[in-house]
């Protein structure tokens, strides 16, 4: 008997949790160059943000299909078949995360080159962006160290960008009269929305972590019934 | 057309009240599916089985749940089989083979003294690995055999209902109904295991034993067989030893996993449980690896 059975597949299965996992990274890359696009109202590199969507959508189909390949031919069961319904899970959140990216891509243009900033909400939303960041770091190497503390610190993590998306609102409703500058606040707040679902994005793959360790779901924090 | 269809009116509704699987649900208060009996409850306590000096199965303890399929999985020479014979009491029929611990069908001792070891086979069935009909009796006869093996005084009458019910459980009774007087051995493999099925089926047992009873099938009369143990829990207790893990999944509601620490030791019972649990969160390591297929 080898040593260990099975080793082309479970190297198989390694390569792709670090490919799944690898979607990230490339969420993480695009996430930067979005927040550098708000920040100095680059359109150029906004656009290119919503082109580049492509290879985070390619990884999805690429690993995907893989996964669904496994699955076919390898008959996973156990912590097996967990962490390939967990990275079916990530890649999803993965995908989202990107088309996350490419919504903020999207409203930067609508703005102008030139639009009636309000300094103190840009400097938010890029606070926002960069908690989302960590939290996406975070969510990676949980899932890597197999870290269900870790995971669950997410939601830790969470709320200050839950906080900070707050405080958005908050500013925007006090922003002033000028129609313009209402607009542009407006237009920020789909940003800042769109960067707080990235962040829970975060939290669902904190919660996958937990289901590939102990084998049971549960949602760190159910929206739909806070008070449990 | 209607002359037709009377001609072709069963054996069991010429017996009208014969079948009298209804009378005993009614009366019973053991558990029953919608469509079905209550069976029974085998209960293994701390069960030691041994070949001579070799020790082959050491200390199990299992609650076999009625109307139940349990799957005994396990690499090669772990005990499952060994254990499996020894639920009828087919284990001592080797020679220097022996028991200790408790076996009990619904609370009674099968090894108890006074127990007929041949009533026990006959209240536990069991369908082999290779199918194995009387190859030169007919299909009829094979299913009879029971009967006739049992010395059990029925009529003809009888008989044919007990055949076509017990062809028709088996899932046989369409393909072989108007070639009854045919040979066993001319069905093919998946037919065969089948008419073994119905035969085991024939005499109303209570318990089912199934030993590999697919691994000579090809896929089409596997799948066949496992729909068929999913529609006899509904009237018996099943147990299958498989070496095909996809098949302990797919058809049973248990599973029970044996193991040995190395050749030479004896099998153990390491876990069991839901099929379901032991396939995506088992609870023991040893478990993992082995339906993971990772060993050594």
């Known amino acids: 008997m080898p040593e260990v059975a099975r080793a082309e597949y479970l190297e198989e299965l390694a390569n792709l949790e670090a490919s799944a996992l690898g979607g990230l990274d490339l969420v993480n890359g695009a996430l930067t160059r979005t927040l550098e696009a708000v920040e100095h109202q680059d359109i150029e590199l906004a656009q290119l943000v919503v082109a580049d969507d492509d290879r985070i959508d390619g990884r999805y189909l690429e690993v995907h299909q893989a996964l669904i390949t496994l699955l076919a031919t390898q008959s996973p069961v156990a912590t097996d078949l967990r962490l390939i319904s967990a990275l079916l899970h990530v890649l999803k959140n993965v995908e989202r995360m990107g088309d996350q990216c490419v919504n903020v891509c999207k409203l930067i243009p609508l703005s102008g080159h030139e639009p009636p900033a309000d300094e103190e909400m840009v400097r938010l939303i890029l606070a926002m962006g960069r908690q989302t960041k960590t939290l996406i770091i975070q969510a990676k190497r949980a899932f890597e160290e197999r870290d269900v503390d870790m995971a669950q610190d997410l939601v830790r993590q969470d709320d200050v960008v839950d906080n900070l998306n707050r405080d958005c609102f908050r500013l925007a409703l006090e922003i002033g009269d000028d129609a313009d500058k209402r607009e542009w606040a407006m237009t920020m707040l789909l940003a800042a929305r769109a960067i707080e679902r990235t962040g829970d994005n975060a939290v669902d793959i904190g919660e996958q972590v937990a289901f590939v360790v102990t084998g049971l779901f549960r949602e760190f924090e159910d929206a739909s019934h806070p008070e449990v | ?296």
């Open chain 2, 1 to 296: 057309m209607l002359g037709a269809a009377t001609k072709r009116k069963t054996a069991e509704e010429r017996q009208g009240t014969m079948s009298d699987s209804s009378a005993v649900t009614a009366t019973s208060t053991g558990p029953v599916t919608a469509a079905g009996r209550p069976a029974k409850t085998i209960e293994a306590r701390g069960v030691n089985l041994f070949y001579g000096d070799f020790q082959a199965v050491e200390d199990v303890s299992i609650t076999i749940e009625p109307n139940k399929v349990t799957a005994l999985i396990g690499s090669s020479g772990c005990g499952k089989t060994t254990f499996l014979r020894s639920l009828n009491r087919m284990h001592e029929l080797t020679p220097g083979a022996s028991v200790k611990g408790e076996i009990t069908l619904d609370g009674e001792d099968i090894y108890g003294a006074g127990v007929d070891p041949v009533a026990v086979r006959r209240l536990i069935g069991m369908v082999f690995q290779q199918p194995n009909p009387f190859p030169t009796m007919s299909i009829y006869d094979n299913v009879a055999a029971g009967f006739n093996l049992n010395a059990k005084k029925i009529s003809k009458v009888q008989k044919d209902v007990a055949v076509e019910r017990s062809l028709r459980g088996a899932h046989l009774w369409e393909e072989v109904k108007d070639r009854l007087d045919k040979p066993g051995g001319g069905l093919s493999g998946g037919q065969q295991q089948r008419l073994c099925i119905a035969r085991a089926i024939a005499v109303e047992p209570e318990v089912l034993l199934m030993d590999e009873p697919c691994s000579a099938l090809d896929p089409v009369a596997t799948l066949a067989i496992e729909d068929l143990i999913g529609e006899l829990k509904s009237r018996y207790t099943i147990v299958i030893v498989t070496h095909n893990m996809q098949q302990a999944a797919r058809a049973s509601d248990v599973t029970a996993f044996f193991n040995i620490e190395e050749t030479g030791k004896p099998g153990r019972l390491v876990e069991a449980g839901p099929t379901e649990e032991i396939f995506t969160k088992p609870t023991k390591q040893e478990t993992e690896d082995y339906v993971s297929g990772r060993f050594g």
